[in-house]
């Protein structure tokens, strides 16, 4: 990690007001969850993604979606917090940090402690009867699933329930961005932690943060689509240098 960045990314957040951070994918390989984009995750290696993750696709043949989604549902049920999650909660909960907006279905941020989050592609607490519209608490049909391999059928029309995550298609939850657009033209310093910046609409919150007047600070391991117009870029892994961050903001 260089030592001039995480100086610089220090500096800005200790002089901000209204911080907000955007996460991605990335936050999480830290708690075991594969990052979509990644050649190694094998997410999309043996399915069409047009096929099992677009809305059109679970209409017509939702055994596929769930074929494909069963490891991954299984992953993001085990998985629990890591370091850099934690230490955005506590940033929140300190009062440093506004809010977190996240690409991100797993709800980590809530199951670290984070209050104010904005799940822009939606989550897996929830499922919805796409025929019906009735929706319900999902763990108990999930677990179900993932016991018997039976996929979930609406308990009124018997039609198959959707989990609430955004496929491909589909329209992202226009409360969630609508409030994520809000806080990227409020805050003065926006933490972009493990995005690829490469799926809009959440791709265009940095530049709207920084069309704002925010410093926008960058933490992924590779490089994205606005590195060079960010204030500060540092390619190393959240879970290294959130917690960090935090014990210097924090002054502990």
Not at 40 to 63: C, D, I, K, Q, T
Not at 103 to 128: F, K, P
Request: one cysteine or more.
């Amino acid at each position: 990690m260089n030592t001039d960045s995480f100086s610089t990314a220090v500096r800005l957040l200790r002089g901000a007001q209204h911080i907000v951070a955007l996460t991605g994918a990335g936050i999480s390989t830290g708690s075991g969850i594969p990052d979509f984009r990644s050649p190694s995750s094998g997410l999309w290696e043996r399915y069409n993604p047009a096929e099992v993750a677009s809305l059109y696709g679970f209409r017509h043949h939702p055994e596929r979606f769930y074929d494909w989604i069963r490891p991954l549902a299984r992953t993001i049920l085990d998985a629990r917090p890591n370091a850099a999650h934690l230490a955005l909660a506590r940033l929140e909960a300190a009062g440093r940090l506004k809010a977190i907006i996240t690409q991100n279905i797993d709800m980590l941020h809530a199951r670290a402690g984070s209050l104010v989050v904005y799940e822009v592609h939606g989550q897996l607490r929830e499922m919805t009867c796409i025929f019906c519209f009735r929706t319900f608490p999902a763990d108990h049909h999930i677990n179900l699933f993932l016991e018997t391999n039976a996929m979930p059928r609406c308990p009124d029309c018997g039609n198959a329930l959707k989990p609430n995550v955004i496929l491909f298609g589909e329209q992202l939850p226009a409360l969630a961005l609508s409030a994520a657009r809000r806080e990227a033209r409020r805050c003065d310093a926006m933490l972009v932690v493990g995005s690829s910046l490469e799926v809009f609409p959440a791709a265009e919150l940095p530049m709207i943060a920084l069309r704002s007047g925010a410093s926008v600070i960058l933490v992924n391991l590779v490089r994205t689509p606005i590195d060079d117009a960010a204030h500060v870029t540092i390619h190393a892994n959240a879970v290294d240098v959130l917690p960090r961050l935090a014990n210097v903001l924090l002054d502990e």
